[in-house]
Each structure stands twice: as C-alpha cells, then as structure tokens.
C-alpha cells in the first residue's frame, strides 16, 4: 500500500520531480495589488523594486495595510473606502496578493470570485508565512507577548511546524480551485524558504549572517531586511514564474552597515536561489502545469 507523502514535504525536501510541463515565464509587467499585515505588506514595493531590475514595467495599483489582519478584515473595509476593491471592480489588477494569519479565512474566496467577475484572468497569490514565535499555534489573540530566543529554536521542530502549516494551506487553496474549476489561486511558501535560510545560518552558511535572531525585529517574528527580501524574492518568483538569480543587489541593502560589500552580493545570490528552489519545487506555486 502506498504511503501518503504532502506536497509541501515532497516539496520542501526536494524530493518532488514535476512530472508536468514548466508554465512559460511572464515576460511583460503586471499590475499587482495586495491585502496584508506587517508581515506582508513590504513584499508590495520591494517586488517592484525587484520586477523593475529585471526591465519589467512593473504597476502598483492597489494597497491594503492592517496590521494583524486575516484577509476577512481586508474585504469587511467598505468599497468606498478599499482602494484594493475598487481595481478589482475595474478589473484593473492581474494578481491580488493575500496573507491569512490562520485558516479558515473565507475573504480569500470572496475576493477571488469579485476580482475573477471583471477580468477572468486574475490570479491571486496566498502567502504560506514563517511561524510567529517559532512555532505552530493557530490560535487568537494573536500570541504577541511570547518570550523566544530565535537562535535556540530547534530547526527540525520548526521544519516539522512549518510542514504542517503549509499542509493546511495547501488544503485550503485546493479547495478554493476546485469550487472555481480552474487553478487561479497559488501559494508562496514563504516560510518554507524561511526554514532554509535558517539552516544556512546554522551551519555558518548564509554570509554576513551569523544567527537566527538577524532576520527578525522582535520575538514575534518581524522580519528585518534579509528575511523581507527572501519574500519578496519569492513572491516575484510565483507572480512572473521566473528566477531572481543573477537580479543586481537592491539599494535597500545599503542598510545592512555591519556586512561587507562582498558578503552583501553572497548574501542577495543566496537569497535569490533559495526563493527560486523553493518556489520553482512547490506544486502549488503555479510554476507548473498541476
């Protein structure tokens, strides 16, 4: 009897050998608008900064931020007042960007069928995130107070958390497809690629980066720059199912004052590569036919 192996394990192991045809790079920009919390929100400008870099004529269009929100708070905003709502009514946007916190989240579902309505061609994007205090506990309130000491965590356990996090979107977006007919909804595993930056820095392999605590602004898990820019890689990655390898080094990296010239460019190679083997591998991401 065969046993049952999650797509997001295959996935996040390496293991998966697409048996489908590779969905052809997009080659033109795209208007793209996003719904999001803090652990989201700064994928919207920085994936401009990227598809800009890559001679895209890349359009920002709409911009919902609400900090700690579920994509629920996002469409209980009225029309009039939903810059997001309105382009999608004008069927102005080719990609809407979500971030659920936990699922359920019955918006995602609600903007899909609003956005597909005036341009059939929308896709939208679900970002599966990095566990907030190193951890799996899909539970409100939100757990923001928690005391964690990031560069203790236990990599397998939070490799095991993550998988099952992702299993859970992996479940809930294909659900949505499959009421709709048709794959309009994808996944950005985010966190996935989250799990192999912190590998690398373990085993002293992420350059200028020398603990777990430097991706992160506090306990919750705020990203700092490096871990923003893996997103955002990511994200560019399933919006235009093209790699980041080989992009210039963003302006924004001027910031990092404690890292050399030198182990910035390793570190912005690194990033890129992780996002396009995380993404290019998962079978949700859109970059493959099924």
């Keep these: 009897m065969r046993s049952f192996i999650p797509l997001a394990l295959l996935a996040f192991t390496g293991l998966i050998v697409h048996a489908a045809d590779p969905q052809p790079p997009i080659t033109t920009g795209l208007r793209v608008a996003t719904c999001g919390h803090s652990f989201h929100v700064f994928t919207y400008r920085q994936v401009e900064q990227i598809a800009v870099s890559a001679g895209l004529k890349h359009q920002l269009v709409g911009l919902s931020s609400i900090g700690g929100s579920t994509v629920q708070k996002h469409w209980d905003v009225q029309e009039e007042k939903s810059a ?10 080719d990609v809407l960007t979500l971030s659920p916190i936990w699922l359920p989240d019955e918006a995602i579902e609600q903007f899909l069928k609003l956005g597909i309505e005036h341009n059939p061609a929308l896709r939208i994007t679900v970002q599966e995130y990095w566990m907030p205090n190193d951890e ?3 539970v409100y309130p939100l757990q923001t107070r928690k005391k964690v000491d990031h560069n203790a965590t236990d990599i397998a356990k939070l490799r095991d958390a993550t998988m099952r996090y992702a299993k859970d979107i992996e479940a809930y977006v294909k659900g949505i497809n499959q009421r709709l007919g048709k794959d309009a909804v994808v996944i950005v595993p985010v966190g996935m690629a989250a799990v192999t930056l912190r590998e690398k820095i373990v085993k002293g392999e992420a350059p200028g980066l020398k603990q777990q605590s430097e991706l992160f602004r506090d306990n919750w898990g ?4 490096p871990l923003q820019f893996l997103s955002s890689y990511c994200h560019y990655a399933v919006i235009y199912r093209r790699s980041p390898v080989g992009l210039p080094l963003p302006l924004a990296f001027r910031a990092l004052k404690d890292m050399s010239d030198d182990d910035k460019a390793k570190l912005n190679t690194l990033l890129q590569q992780i996002a396009w083997d995380t993404v290019s591998a998962h079978p949700m991401s859109g970059i493959t036919n099924g």
Excluded: D, S
């Excluded at 997001?84 to 946007?93: C, I, N, R, S």
């Excluded at 705020?222 to 720059?225: E, F, G, K, Q, T």
């Design 84 to 93: 997001v709502k309105q382009v999608l009514k004008a069927g102005g946007a």
């Design 136 to 138: 799996y506990e899909p």
């Design 222 to 225: 705020h990203a700092l720059l």
